[in-house]
């Protein structure tokens, strides 16, 4: 079955850091971009971040640059953020999802297809 | 960035009602236009990607049309499980940017 999992959740103080990971398991990891989104709550959805198969290039969202750094260990099958210095507006529950990539002369195919059921972060004092 | 914008961010609909949700795009985003339906304290689900394709396993009644800047989400024949609420999202550039969201709530 085709599952990812995400841990290391919590409640932080602000300035303080967090470890999330992601563990993939049913599917081929190394094969595939990977996202973070992230809801706040109440609120709607936010992508946070992707990393290309091999992690040789990620992309994230501007509020989260110089703060968050995203890493995959494809041996281990798993994904990682590390969070620093973080912010009230950071709380939220954090999801990772597999990305299907396909591009070719007649189709382009960028969707987050398989979900993990999210791990809460709440920035507080 | 991309803004994406959702119209209407609520409505309520009967069981067996047509439902028609419209995302806007502030620039041409091609066919690049995902859809994912949320219920509550659950992740979100793609049920349409890059504009009209269903998902494996999306029932049928749910289809989606549009290119360029404005798109298009249609539930054929509401039903119970439909009752959630529905995100666009465009994957033209990053950062990937999502709507605001549109909640279907029963009449």
């Known amino acids: 079955e085709v599952q990812l999992l995400e841990s290391g959740g919590g409640l932080v103080q602000p300035g303080g850091s967090l470890r999330l990971s992601c563990a993939a398991s049913?599917?081929?990891?190394?094969?595939?971009?990977m996202s973070w989104v992230r809801q706040a709550p109440g609120k709607g959805l936010e992508w946070v971040a992707s990393l290309k198969p091999d992690g040789s290039e990620k992309f994230c969202v501007d509020s989260v640059k110089g703060r968050f750094t995203f890493s995959r260990d494809n041996a281990k099958n798993s994904l990682i953020i590390q969070m620093n210095s973080l912010r009230v507006e950071d709380t939220a529950v954090y999801y990772c999802a597999r990305v299907v990539y396909s591009s070719g002369w007649d189709h382009y195919y960028y969707y987050m297809d398989v979900w993990g059921k999210g791990t809460p972060v709440t920035v507080s004092s | 960035d991309i803004q994406m914008t959702q119209s209407p961010s609520s409505l309520s609909a009967s069981v067996g009602d047509r439902v028609t949700i419209t995302c806007r795009a502030s620039q041409n985003i091609n066919t690049f236009l995902n859809w994912y339906q949320q219920k509550p304290g659950k992740a979100p689900k793609v049920i349409i990607y890059s504009a009209s394709n269903l998902q494996g396993g999306v029932p049928s009644r749910f289809s989606g049309r549009g290119s360029a800047t404005d798109f298009t989400l249609t539930i054929g024949s509401l039903q119970p499980d439909d009752f959630a609420t529905y995100y666009c999202?465009?994957?033209?550039?990053?950062?990937?940017?999502f709507g605001g969201g549109t909640k279907v709530e029963i009449k």
């Open positions: 999202q465009q994957s033209y550039s990053v950062p990937l940017t």
């Open positions: 049913g599917f081929a990891f190394s094969s595939y971009y």
